[in-house]
């Protein structure tokens, strides 16, 4: 239990152990990962859940780290867009996908798409292009760029089944 | 004292931890409360139920379900048994928020969350829902439906709802919702429709048309009448009055989202669609 304004805490973050200090006691999950830890690939948006921008994976399972208590998140496993993406900066097969297929216009619903995306389709391998939209109705895209994003999942989908 | 997060790890320490801190707001999920928090909502202390592993769980026993106040939605949707026995509490948890949402929000979260717009509430009341409440005086089973009618699903003051359990009908039953847009919306006006064979009766629950959800049992007894339960079918007729008394048993307001005359209108199409649809299904499928 901690009590006062401000606590201190340790996460795993994209594998690696992080010293939280002097963090407000209701701080978000969104909040550390940004200001503590400079990991600014997840991005804020709503505040409330409807945009799915700040999307991560707490313990392999998409979450919208802007409703995520960080000091709960303590002992459990966190992945950004930092941690999923390739270490030596090539792209996923997702990603990759994105590329080919999706017509990004400001790109900051991607980040938290290509989050929810992945957790999708490691549930559901050959998902279908209704699956992908059912799946991914927790992200918005101010730009409405959907029908390139679910083409593009829809066919990393289908290699991840082939695999 | 300016601010305080309360994590115990059973119940017992949570009860206790409330008597020493009974303004601490409880966290199940954190999809409404911390949602609150980005809103600029002041908040002195939160007592977080995440670590209660004892209010986790779906279990089968006796006939009936029960589901860990923990429960999330994603768990309650994915459970290959209880999500097609229980066909429309599986509909509802399918449109509840988003894939996102459904991993943190909970079963109990959503029944003392508050507002008649909850998704869950009118199903479990469809299905004669009880809850398991603990507090300082002990603990207690309830009907649903009671605690709707004393308190709009508010717990006094040092309670944690723990459970809620229910028994399904045997006999078709679906969750029918209006709204906005198909995900990541309260339903603006949802029935629930659930059909008991062997009693020959019928349970509709309305949802967004009240100040909590309410059953319509002027309905229910019209359509337990009305249909023909030897041959399986309901007369257009039937279906007709059906909707139209369901419709009275709205009592909605107009807010931002729908008119009150919108919401009743609803109600009555969708009541009337609703048991022509589970009929035509043919029961028992």
Not at chain 1, 47 to 53: D, E
Not at chain 2, 157 to 162: A, W
């Given at each position: 239990m901690s009590s006062g304004e401000r606590i201190s805490y340790c996460i795993n973050v994209n594998g690696e152990q992080h010293v939280i200090e002097d963090a407000w006691y209701f701080e978000t999950l969104l909040g550390v990962l940004r200001k503590h830890l400079g990991l600014n690939g997840t991005k804020f948006a709503c505040?409330?859940?409807?945009?799915?921008?700040c999307t991560v994976h707490v313990d392999g399972r998409p979450v919208n780290s802007c409703l995520?208590?960080?000091?709960?998140?303590?002992?459990h496993q966190i992945t950004t867009i930092e941690g999923y993406s390739p270490a030596d900066g090539s792209l996923t097969r997702l990603q990759e996908a994105i590329v080919q297929c999706a017509d990004v216009q400001?790109?900051?619903c991607v980040p938290g798409l290509v989050m929810s995306a992945a957790a999708l389709i490691g549930e559901q391998p050959g998902a279908s292009a209704e699956d992908v939209r059912e799946g991914l109705c927790g992200n918005l895209c101010r730009c409405t760029a959907y029908g390139g994003f679910v083409e593009a999942v829809r066919q990393a989908a289908s290699h991840e089944a082939e695999a | 004292m300016t601010g305080i997060l309360l994590t115990p790890d059973n119940l017992t320490d949570a009860v206790g931890a409330l008597l020493r801190h009974p303004h601490a707001q409880l966290v199940a999920g954190g999809t409404d409360v911390v949602a609150d928090l980005n809103r600029g909502r002041p908040a002195t202390g939160l007592l977080s139920l995440r670590g209660l592993a004892e209010l986790t769980g779906i279990h089968y026993k006796d006939g009936r379900w029960c589901l860990g106040a923990m429960t999330t939605i994603a768990d309650v949707r994915a459970n290959a048994d209880l999500a097609p026995q229980a066909s429309a509490l599986g509909q509802a948890a399918r449109s509840l928020g988003s894939r996102q949402i459904r991993n943190r929000a909970t079963v109990g979260g959503n029944i003392c969350g508050g507002g008649s717009d909850r998704t869950l509430i009118p199903v479990l009341l469809a299905y004669d829902a009880t809850v398991d409440v603990v507090g300082p005086e002990g603990s207690r089973t309830q009907a649903l439906s009671d605690l709707l009618a004393s308190s709009g699903a508010s717990l006094a003051?040092?309670?944690?709802?723990?459970a809620v359990s229910f028994s399904v009908a045997s006999g078709p039953h679906r969750y029918y919702r209006i709204g906005p847009r198909n995900a990541l919306c309260y339903a603006t006006v949802s029935v629930t429709l659930v059909v008991d064979e062997p009693t020959r009766s019928v349970r509709v629950a309305l949802g967004g048309v009240a100040e909590t959800a309410v059953r319509a049992p002027a309905a229910e007894a019209l359509a337990g009448a009305g249909i023909d339960w030897q041959r399986r079918r309901v007369d257009a007729d039937v279906a007709g009055a059906f909707g139209v008394v369901a419709a009275e048993a709205a009592q909605p307001v107009s807010d931002f989202v729908a008119s009150a005359q919108y919401r009743r209108h609803a109600v009555e199409v969708m009541a009337r669609r609703a048991l022509k649809h589970l009929f035509e299904e043919g029961i028992g499928e």
């Open positions: 505040g409330t859940g409807h945009c799915g921008a995520e208590l960080a000091a709960l998140t303590v002992g400001c790109g900051y | 003051v040092g309670e944690i709802l723990t």
